[in-house]
């Protein structure tokens, strides 16, 4: 079976640009062209975008994939090593599930009296280390790292909320900005992106507009910041990081 470009793109979801993009890196090349220049990629080919899917999935940095698979011997092998992770990340993601309707349950039943496992129950599924080590090794020689660590070990439940509270109405505002087209110069984006940096300023440390805009980047340069800031809305990791870097 073969497939024009359009054609692999809503089989697969891929945009047509990134399948171009993948062409041009050598990442996923169609294995055969029409005499009038048009892609054509087979069932190889869908194979190939399928484990380099996979590998985006798994965080593995682009120009790491195509080699990872180029190299492999056995190609059954590799995908049977992705399923294993996939699946060790299924279950994390299912214990994740089960932590957040634990909090559910408190948020909505405010009266009733937690006992001790219900503490254990909004924990589950979490590795804490992953992340504290990750931050520690990237930040943790600076002054933003050391106070957001001190701040944030006094805060209870009422902070958090607040934290969580005025996050997402900024993120809605920013939502709503770039679902009607508005551009990241736009003076209701700017306040609202103006808004984002205060609430890390009251809550976390102090945050300048250049640091402001190193997050911006690290927004699009990290897969785990994209598709968590993803979630708001397609493709408003970048509509954020764009509307930053303007200000």
């Not at 990237?138 to 969580?164: L, V």
């Not at 440390?205 to 640091?211: G, H, I």
Request: charged share 30%; proline share 4%; hydrophobic share 40%.
């Amino acid at each position: 079976m073969a497939f024009t470009v359009g054609e692999l793109s809503r089989l697969t979801g891929v945009t047509v640009r990134a399948l171009h993009h993948y062409d041009e890196i050598g990442l996923v090349r169609p294995s055969q062209r029409t005499a009038a220049g048009y892609r054509i990629y087979d069932e190889r080919d869908v194979l190939r975008l399928q484990q380099v899917l996979v590998f985006r999935e798994l965080g593995v940095p682009l120009d790491e994939i195509g080699p990872a698979i180029d190299q492999a011997t056995d190609r059954a092998a590799l995908l049977r090593k992705h399923r294993g992770e996939l699946a060790r990340r299924r279950t994390q993601i299912d214990a994740l599930l089960a932590a957040v309707d634990a909090a559910l349950g408190v948020l909505e039943k405010a009266d009733t009296t937690m006992q001790p496992e219900d503490f254990k129950a909004l924990f589950d599924g979490f590795n804490p280390q992953d992340h504290e080590e990750e931050a520690r090794d990237r930040w943790g020689e600076t002054a933003a790292y050391q106070e957001s660590a001190h701040r944030t070990k006094q805060y209870g439940k009422p902070e958090c909320e607040a934290i969580r509270r005025d996050s997402e109405a900024i993120y809605a505002r920013l939502r709503e900005l770039m679902q009607q087209g508005a551009a990241g110069a736009d003076p209701a984006v700017q306040a609202a992106v103006e808004d984002h940096r205060k609430h890390i300023e009251r809550w976390f440390y102090p945050c300048s507009r250049q640091m402001h805009h190193g997050l911006g980047e690290m927004y699009v340069a990290d897969v785990r910041f994209t598709a968590n800031l993803d979630k708001v809305a397609p493709g408003f990791a970048r509509f954020l990081r764009d509307a930053i870097a303007a200000s």
